[in-house]
């Protein structure tokens, strides 16, 4: 039993305090394993009926609404069954008065239509209804549900209420549909001949580019304690198997990274993982253009993908050929600020200043001086404060915040450029004025970055502007050109980048230890052929062939062709990477490698992203049945826990002593 302690405040909901345990009476619980199978969901029976006609029915489901007393034998309420849809249910029998919303009943009854008055001279609306001839109770729901109904309106309810929220319709569709785009993928990849094979979760501690979690275990080696680390992605064993001659694999995995969290991340995720031997880059990006946009146009509440074409114009997939849109990691960066660019204003573009030499001056590393223009974005200076304001707010950027000039009258068209001399010198700012063509309600947006030939801060400060803006109800209403989804690939990535320094709040600039590289995605990546010469001389400067599938400024994926010769590999380890322990961290790679494994390519998709957006939620949290909050804690189960320090003695592991 269960007692409920009341008399507390709207917000703070009711705690549960657990009285000695009795065993139930026998009649008690019997009675709610009795119950008939010989049902239909309501939707069925509203396919099945026939105008005018009665239907015997049996209806499993939920009190959805709290019974309403209309007459002294009469109760109203609703019935939700478990694909979310609902029908009046009218008892004349006293049975309902007394059940508590979502109470689980099986009703048996008879459904009919209900006449209800005509929209229209010529049309008659009818709801249906069940008249209820029995109840049976199968569980009773205590008062939580009708503390919480509030939050039912939008199905936002408390995270430790999880399991109340699935039960709204909306949620039901997001889990009904996530399974469905996995068989959609599932058929589609049988259809290309991929095998799906299941990799080991238990891996170990390699330097991936994540923080990994690390799992304790009863083992010592060389009296030193052993630890397995959750993959954070199947990479290495994929390779792997591309070395046991598997030709085609894929895989809906699960992956691990202790992150910091995101409405778009979440420290366990899920994978569509594949890879193709005797296969580069160009065959998986042409694998993708075939599963993405057919995936697309089956789900997506947002009709068929579009992409740009050679002109730059936002066409669909299929009139442009089939093709995705390539973009170079140095035009995403120059003309957007960032790798994966929202594309949906194609025409909100960053403004590289260099050719009339305006130029940073404040650090001699970040000399490009750019800015983006917001054409006709306010109609007078409290406008521009109400809805813009925030753009120049440091707490939205990592480092510097970009200077912010409304042009709100005529002087300004010419002048503009004086708010901007803290920052950039101008030689002839004149000039600049004329190519702008500025008019009173634009916006000067204005910051300094990196030259475009090594672009490693990423956004840049423009780049999170224009992403603020894109997000604003007013920046969508003014800049994105289609409300459908639009797809890019970013290609051409540096294959390494400098080491960062660590963020400290008094830091205009990033820092770098350019002595210090890491690999901009995984160690595994192949450089372009193009650049080879380059890993000895300037592996700085080296481009990779790495591909990003960006759609609406989110990474829906990413891959690779892979490095498949030993002794480049190595030398990726030990001379650039300079990793130490190379041999005992991918030994296992390498040999693989010395024994005959083919070139190979591949690619992982982020499954709850490609959910979410084929959803038309901004949240991966919808698509997922129990999702992390932002702290990394499952909020409905209580976890991470505590462990009792007897129970970690046989892991090697104890607490701190301070």
Same mark, same amino acid.
């Given at each position: 039993m269960f007692l409920l302690k009341t008399g507390v405040s709207h917000h703070n909901f009711h705690t549960l305090t657990r009285l000695p345990a009795q065993l139930p009476s026998k009649n008690f619980v019997l009675d709610k394993f009795h119950?008939?199978?010989?049902? +239909?969901?309501?939707?069925?029976?509203?396919? %099945?009926?026939?105008?005018?006609?009665?239907?015997? $029915?049996?209806?499993?489901?939920?009190?959805?609404?709290?019974?309403?007393?209309?007459?002294?034998?009469? %109760?109203?309420?609703?019935?939700?069954?478990v694909k979310g849809d609902t029908v009046q249910l009218v008892d004349s029998g006293s049975q309902l008065k007394a059940l508590n919303r979502e109470d689980v009943i099986q009703v048996n009854g008879t459904l009919m239509k209900k006449k209800e008055k005509s929209v229209s001279s010529a049309e008659n609306i009818f709801e249906y209804e069940i008249q209820v001839e029995k109840i049976s109770v199968l569980n009773s729901s205590n008062e939580k549900p009708s503390?919480?109904?509030?939050?039912?309106?939008?199905?936002?309810?408390?995270?430790?209420? !999880? =399991?109340?929220?699935?039960?709204?319709? +909306? &949620?039901?569709?997001?889990?009904?549909?996530? &399974?469905?785009?996995? $068989?959609?993928? !599932?058929?589609?990849l049988n259809e290309e001949e991929f095998l799906e094979i299941e990799t080991p979760i238990l891996f170990k501690p390699t330097p991936e580019g994540a923080r990994e979690f690390l799992v304790p275990t009863r083992t010592k080696e060389n009296s030193t304690p052993s630890f397995y680390s959750l993959t954070q992605s199947p990479q290495q064993y994929k390779q792997l198997l591309m070395a046991s001659g598997v030709f085609k694999y894929f895989q809906v995995a699960r992956c691990f990274r202790d992150e910091d969290l995101r409405a778009d991340r979440q420290p366990e995720f899920t994978q569509i993982d594949m890879e193709m031997s005797f296969s580069n880059g160009e065959d998986v990006m042409a694998l993708l253009e075939r599963l993405?946009? %057919?995936?697309?146009?089956?789900f997506s509440v947002n009709s068929s993908l579009l992409t740009l074409n050679s002109f730059g114009k936002l066409i669909s997939i299929a009139d442009n050929g089939g093709k995705i849109n390539r973009m170079p990691y140095r035009t995403a960066m120059s003309v957007y600020g960032?790798?994966?660019?929202?594309?949906?204003?194609?025409?909100?573009?960053?403004l590289d200043l260099s050719e009339f030499n305006a130029k940073g001056r404040l650090d001699k590393g970040f000399p490009v001086f750019e800015v983006l223009i917001l054409k006709n974005a306010f109609k007078d200076i409290d406008d521009f404060k109400k809805n813009w304001s925030f753009l120049g707010d440091s707490n939205n950027y990592t480092f510097r915040a970009p200077v912010i000039q409304p042009i709100n009258d005529e002087d300004l068209k010419q002048n503009w450029f004086e708010k901007f001399l803290g920052i950039a010198t101008f030689e002839n700012p004149k000039?600049?004025?004329?190519?702008?063509?500025?008019?009173?309600?634009?916006?000067? $947006?204005?910051?300094?970055?990196?030259?475009?030939?090594?672009?490693?801060?990423?956004?840049?400060?423009?780049? %999170?502007?224009?992403?603020?803006?894109?997000?604003?109800?007013?920046?969508?209403?003014?800049?994105?050109?289609?409300?459908?989804d639009v797809a890019s690939w970013v290609v051409d990535f540096p294959l390494f980048s400098p080491v960062t320094a660590p963020?400290?709040?008094?830091?205009?600039?990033p820092v770098y230890e350019h002595d210090k590289l890491v690999s901009t995605h995984h160690p595994f990546t192949m450089v372009q052929l193009q650049d080879y010469e380059k890993l000895n001389s300037n592996p700085s400067q080296c481009r990779g062939q790495h591909y990003d599938l960006v759609?609406?400024?989110?990474?829906?994926?990413?891959?690779?062709?892979?490095?498949?010769?030993?002794?480049?590999?190595?030398?990726?380890?030990?001379?650039?990477?300079?990793?130490?322990?190379?041999?005992?961290?991918?030994?296992?790679?390498?040999?693989? =490698?010395?024994m005959g494994t083919p070139p190979h390519a591949g690619f992982a998709i982020?499954?709850?992203?490609? $959910?979410?957006?084929?959803?038309?939620?901004?949240?991966? !949290?919808?698509?997922?049945?129990?999702?992390?909050?932002?702290?990394?804690?499952?909020?409905?189960?209580?976890?991470?826990?505590?462990?009792?320090?007897?129970?970690?003695?046989?892991?090697?592991?104890?607490?701190?002593k301070r």
């Open positions: 119950f008939s199978k010989e049902t +239909k969901s309501i939707k069925q029976l509203y396919e %099945t009926q026939n105008t005018g006609s009665r239907v015997t $029915c049996t209806v499993n489901g939920w009190i959805d609404t709290k019974p309403k007393r209309i007459g002294k034998n009469l %109760t109203f309420s609703q019935l939700r069954d503390q919480l109904h509030e939050f039912k309106k939008d199905g936002n309810y408390p995270p430790e209420y !999880r =399991f109340l929220q699935l039960r709204h319709h +909306k &949620y039901q569709e997001f889990l009904r549909k996530r &399974y469905q785009i996995s $068989c959609k993928l !599932r058929q589609l993405v946009p %057919t995936t697309w146009d089956q960032i790798d994966k660019p929202d594309l949906r204003a194609p025409n909100l573009k960053i000039m600049i004025s004329n190519y702008l063509k500025l008019q009173v309600g634009d916006i000067v $947006c204005g910051s300094t970055r990196e030259p475009s030939t090594a672009i490693y801060e990423n956004p840049t400060p423009l780049g %999170t502007l224009r992403k603020l803006v894109l997000q604003s109800s007013l920046g969508k209403e003014l800049y994105m050109e289609t409300k459908h963020v400290k709040p008094e830091m205009q600039y759609i609406n400024g989110v990474e829906l994926g990413g891959g690779s062709t892979r490095v498949h010769d030993p002794i480049l590999q190595d030398y990726i380890f030990e001379n650039i990477l300079k990793i130490e322990n190379a041999e005992e961290l991918f030994g296992h790679l390498l040999r693989a =490698f010395e982020g499954f709850d992203r490609m $959910c979410a957006m084929l959803s038309g939620t901004e949240s991966i !949290r919808d698509v997922i049945a129990f999702p992390k909050s932002i702290t990394g804690s499952d909020l409905v189960v209580k976890s991470p826990s505590k462990v009792n320090e007897e129970l970690l003695k046989p892991y090697n592991i104890s607490y701190l």
